[in-house]
């Protein structure tokens, strides 16, 4: 129920995202406080709270990491095309590459948590892209890592297969090498597309 709150407050688009997450919270307190399995009292939803604080702030650093990442790499004196203009159709090939595969990548692996594909979008809309393709070339981004910085999914995942994490990620990196090679001919084929050909 408080997912589909947030969810519901958000697309409504009546609701800033500060507002959904109040309204989520409020209905997590409602909830625990009429339907947990065991006594649950407002002390006990103040723990709740404070410990869900604790957890929230360690990846603060993080995502403030990246937002200083990306405030550098788009500050007005970078080697980047302005806003607006398009750039000659190598210099744009370069661009959207090193965006999808180099720096996309190198930001979610540094600091997770979605920044990288924030990222890829701020630079592959300086190209004038449409849409779809902004969308898809922003996901294409994402493919290299495994994860995320913090390697929580591999760790959980180990968890439940019982294995170790540095097992699963080495055996799911095969993997990865193999989805890649489909994803760079889709690249190729979407940035033609886009207007961004090669010979």
Same mark, same amino acid.
């Given at each position: 129920?408080?997912? @589909?709150?947030?969810? *519901?407050?958000?697309?409504?688009g009546?609701?800033?995202t500060l507002?959904?997450?109040?309204?989520?919270?409020?209905v997590s307190?409602?909830?625990a406080? &009429?339907a947990?399995?065991?006594? @649950?009292?407002?002390?006990?939803a103040a723990?709740?709270l404070? /410990?869900?604080i604790?957890?929230?702030w360690?990846v603060?650093p993080?995502?403030?990491?990246?937002v200083? @990442?990306?405030?550098?790499a788009? /500050?007005?004196d970078?080697?980047l095309?302005?806003?607006?203009?398009?750039?000659?159709?190598r210099?744009g090939?370069?661009l959207? @590459?090193?965006a999808c595969f180099?720096?996309?990548?190198?930001a979610?692996a540094a600091?997770?948590? *979605?920044?990288g594909i924030?990222g890829t979008m701020?630079?592959?809309r300086? $190209?004038?892209?449409g849409?779809?393709? $902004?969308?898809?070339f922003s $996901?294409l981004?994402?493919?290299m890592?495994l994860w995320g910085?913090m390697?929580?999914?591999?760790?959980m995942?180990?968890?439940?297969? /019982?294995t170790?994490? &540095? &097992?699963?990620?080495?055996?799911?990196?095969?993997?990865?090498?193999?989805?890649?090679?489909?994803?760079?001919?889709?690249?190729?084929? $979407?940035a033609?597309q886009?207007?961004? &050909?090669a010979?």
């Amino acid at each position: 129920m408080p997912a @589909f709150v947030v969810i *519901g407050a958000i697309m409504s688009g009546k609701a800033s995202t500060l507002v959904a997450s109040m309204l989520g919270l409020g209905v997590s307190v409602a909830v625990a406080l &009429t339907a947990a399995p065991h006594s @649950f009292q407002l002390a006990d939803a103040a723990v709740s709270l404070a /410990r869900g604080i604790w957890i929230g702030w360690v990846v603060v650093p993080y995502i403030l990491g990246g937002v200083l @990442f990306w405030q550098i790499a788009m /500050r007005p004196d970078a080697a980047l095309p302005a806003a607006g203009a398009l750039p000659d159709v190598r210099a744009g090939r370069r661009l959207l @590459f090193a965006a999808c595969f180099l720096i996309g990548p190198f930001a979610e692996a540094a600091t997770g948590f *979605g920044v990288g594909i924030i990222g890829t979008m701020a630079l592959v809309r300086r $190209l004038q892209v449409g849409p779809v393709h $902004l969308l898809v070339f922003s $996901l294409l981004s994402q493919t290299m890592i495994l994860w995320g910085a913090m390697g929580s999914g591999t760790i959980m995942a180990a968890a439940l297969a /019982r294995t170790d994490p &540095t &097992t699963l990620a080495v055996h799911a990196s095969v993997l990865v090498v193999a989805f890649n090679i489909a994803w760079l001919a889709l690249y190729w084929r $979407l940035a033609d597309q886009a207007g961004f &050909t090669a010979g």
